[in-house]
């Protein structure tokens, strides 16, 4: 008899009567034929899902994970498993259910998976993904919808490009003839093709279409965009007004917002760029990021034009960038990049989906009412496209100033000792999905500025330092030292 039992496992003969007697005595649960396990507290259906694939592996050695589940690559919604086996029945258990169906053995290009199963290779999954099937009563449908399909072709265009389509389908029309696939060939040869441009199949899926019209977008970055607008559309607002803006806080929006980025300067410095022309030497596309800032900011004129729609959002962007980075002309001022960009870990939208993304993305902007909601929004919206090869934070937060002044309110400063706050709200949604830390540190960041007095270049300063906000903000941490309101 066995010294001891995994805590899911399947009987057979050899411990059938140890199994028998141990249940007797309440030492073991069963949870379905032949199925028992050693935890007697956890609900079935959690114990039946954590050990799934230990299962399949058990109840039909040598099978292969087939139709949807080897797309997927998880039990479905329902806990549906597919697989092809030479075994009939299906198993139904608490939380999980395997399906099995007859088909080709595994392939040599199917791929070992745990140690008696096999996982379909893409081409051959995508293929038996290419025939139709309906849902069952209580049960998903053993294949992929056609907009699936689609959706998980485009992903894979735009995360490897072309040439992995490419190797799909020349995988796909090797294998066809073996596993009986040549009319599922030939639909998603078709498919495939009219994701790359050189085909005409009807297409189902709005990624699918989008890519169609030459616009192809990131539909990773709409469901943020979604969650974003959904929590600000439900998340009450303050109106905040400052009555004198004078010279001082364009100022210190500039010097913030270039300084977050690395492009570092004392405030005194900062003036004679600014105010005086003064050029410091060995250090001119600095100067000029931070002067190009400063004009753009301080003329209220432009700060009031707001997109109307998202031709003129791409307008705005484009030109306000132009300006901005006008002295690095190597950073190509007023176009959309070429070349993917990444901060740490977050790599952002893709060039070719930059101008997709952002149209896709302004859908949700325009059914924003307050200007503090059109600001987050807007500034989210660019810094997650972040559409250029650099100066992406300074238009993000450029653009959400914009919505603010135009709608009367109080424009934002991200002080360098907040910069960590800001930034790290901005990768919990980035990352997370989770809109409200990046609500509030804007909201904070907001009444902030507003209770600086702005009216005095010298006081607005004097308040700066007293409120911490030019502590390093690593520094910061370490010492405790935070943003303080006046």
């Known amino acids: 008899m066995p010294k001891s039992l995994p805590e899911v496992f399947v009987s057979n003969s050899a411990i059938a009567s140890y199994v028998s007697k141990k249940l007797k005595t309440r030492e073991l649960r069963k949870l379905g034929s032949r199925v028992y396990t050693t ?68 392939l040599p290009e199917d791929k070992p998976f745990m140690e008696g199963l096999f996982l379909s290779c893409p081409a051959r999954a995508y293929l038996e993904n290419m025939r139709k099937s309906r849902p069952g009563k209580e049960r998903v449908a053993r294949t992929l919808s056609r907009k699936e399909i689609e959706e ?134 600095d100067a000029h990021d931070i002067i190009g800032t400063y004009q753009i900011v301080s003329d209220v004129k432009e700060m009031r034009r707001v997109p109307k729609d998202v031709d003129e959002l791409i307008l705005f962007l ?37 101008e997709g993304t952002l149209r ?11 200007p503090f909601q059109r600001a987050v929004y807007m500034m989210f919206l660019i810094a997650e496209v972040h559409p250029f090869s650099d100066g992406n934070g300074r238009c993000a937060r450029l653009m959400m100033n914009a919505e603010l002044i135009a709608g009367g309110q109080a424009r934002i400063i991200i002080p360098t000792i907040f910069r960590n706050n800001y930034l790290v709200a901005l990768k919990s949604l980035t990352h997370n999905g989770k809109a409200e830390p990046l609500i509030r540190v804007l909201d904070f960041a907001q009444e902030y500025t507003c209770r600086i007095d702005w009216s005095d270049f010298k006081r607005a300063k004097k308040m700066l330092v007293e409120t911490n906000a030019f502590e390093d903000a690593n520094q910061g941490e370490l010492k405790n030292v935070r943003l303080i309101l006046p």
């Not at 258990?93 to 088909?103: N, Q």
């Not at 960038?321 to 690095?328: E, F, I, T, V």
């Not at 896709?360 to 307050?370: A, I, M």
């Open 360 to 370: 896709q993305g302004f859908k949700w902007f325009q059914g924003l009412q307050t």
């Open 318 to 354: 484009k030109r306000r960038h132009a300006h901005l980075m006008q002295g690095r002309p190597e950073m190509e001022p007023g176009e959309f990049k070429t070349v993917a960009n990444r901060a740490g870990s977050t790599l952002f939208v893709a060039p070719d989906l930059v």
């Open 152 to 285: 998980k072709l485009d992903a894979l265009l735009r995360s490897a490009g072309p040439e992995a389509l490419l190797a799909l389908r020349d995988e796909a029309r090797r294998i066809a003839k073996l596993l009986g696939a040549q009319k599922e060939w030939k639909a998603l040869d078709a498919l495939i093709g009219t994701l790359l441009g050189t085909r005409k199949a009807p297409l189902a899926s709005p990624v699918g279409l989008a890519r169609l019209r030459g616009e192809p977008y990131d539909p990773k970055r709409l469901d943020l965009f979604q969650k974003l607008y959904e929590t600000l559309s439900v998340t009450p607002t303050v109106i905040r007004t400052i009555a004198h803006e004078g010279m001082a806080l364009p100022f210190f929006e500039a010097y913030f917002s270039n300084f977050i980025e690395g492009t570092e300067f004392e405030v005194e410095e900062a003036a004679r760029i600014i105010f005086e022309g003064k050029i410091p030497k060995g250090r001119p596309a």
């Open 39 to 106: 935890n007697l507290k956890e609900k079935p259906e959690v114990l039946i899902r954590r050990h799934a694939w230990f299962l399949v592996e058990e109840l039909f050695p040598g099978a292969v994970i087939a139709d949807r589940t080897a797309l997927e690559h998880r039990p479905a919604a329902d806990g549906a498993i597919f697989i092809v086996s030479s075994k009939k029945r299906p198993v139904v258990l608490p939380g999980l259910s395997i399906h099995p169906r007859k088909g080709r053995a595994h």
